[in-house]
């Protein structure tokens, strides 16, 4: 299984999770077990599916998913906030920023996998593992010491480029 830890979307995700834990606790009683609990089970789902995404060689089908879910817990975030079960304006639209930042990722993404590329994958390519150094040695002014390397080994043929 992969990780996903080091994901933006997830860390992203996670963090919607536990803003909802946080806000929803300044719910009144009555918002509190009905949209309060909509909220977290919706960004759990959200969690679970940037998960279950990053797991799958084809990700498209589950970045729709989360896509859609995304777009229902904009309307259950606008509906939190007509009822005014938030207790201030700030605690929405932090949240609608959250939700909005996380459904960019996600079209980002779904746009990249549906086209056939590794979606947030390659995104992630930029700093080459722990060190951050380039591992073709390809640096800013040199070429990339492919020469010796059969095709297959190659930083691009590994890509799809």
Same mark, same amino acid.
Request: with cysteine.
């Given at each position: 299984?992969?990780?996903?830890? #080091?994901?933006?979307?997830?860390?992203?995700?996670?963090?919607? =999770?536990?803003?909802?834990?946080?806000?929803?606790?300044?719910?009144?009683?009555?918002h509190?077990?009905?949209?309060?609990?909509?909220?977290?089970?919706?960004?759990?789902?959200?969690?679970?599916?940037?998960?279950?995404?990053?797991?799958?060689?084809?990700?498209?089908?589950?970045?729709?998913?989360?896509?859609?879910?995304?777009?229902?817990?904009?309307? &259950?975030?606008?509906? =939190?906030?007509?009822?005014?079960?938030?207790?201030?304006?700030?605690?929405?639209? #932090?949240?609608?920023?959250?939700?909005?930042?996380?459904?960019?990722?996600t &079209?980002?993404?779904?746009?990249?996998?549906?086209? +056939?590329?590794? /979606?947030?994958?390659?995104?992630?390519?930029? /700093?080459? /593992?722990?060190?951050?150094?380039?591992?073709? +040695?390809?640096g800013?002014?040199?070429?990339?010491?492919?020469?010796?390397?059969?095709?297959?080994?190659?930083?691009?043929?590994?890509? +799809?480029?």
């Amino acid at each position: 299984m992969a990780q996903s830890e #080091h994901l933006p979307i997830y860390k992203r995700a996670y963090d919607l =999770c536990l803003y909802f834990e946080k806000v929803v606790r300044n719910f009144s009683r009555y918002h509190k077990y009905s949209l309060g609990q909509d909220l977290r089970d919706g960004a759990r789902r959200i969690l679970k599916l940037v998960v279950r995404a990053n797991a799958r060689r084809d990700k498209a089908p589950v970045l729709l998913t989360l896509r859609e879910e995304l777009e229902e817990l904009k309307v &259950l975030l606008r509906l =939190c906030q007509d009822v005014k079960a938030f207790p201030n304006f700030n605690s929405f639209e #932090h949240a609608i920023t959250q939700v909005t930042d996380i459904a960019k990722q996600t &079209l980002r993404y779904a746009l990249r996998a549906t086209q +056939g590329d590794r /979606g947030w994958l390659k995104s992630q390519r930029q /700093g080459y /593992g722990p060190t951050g150094a380039d591992p073709t +040695g390809a640096g800013q002014n040199r070429p990339a010491k492919t020469a010796g390397l059969p095709r297959a080994l190659t930083l691009n043929a590994i890509a +799809g480029c």
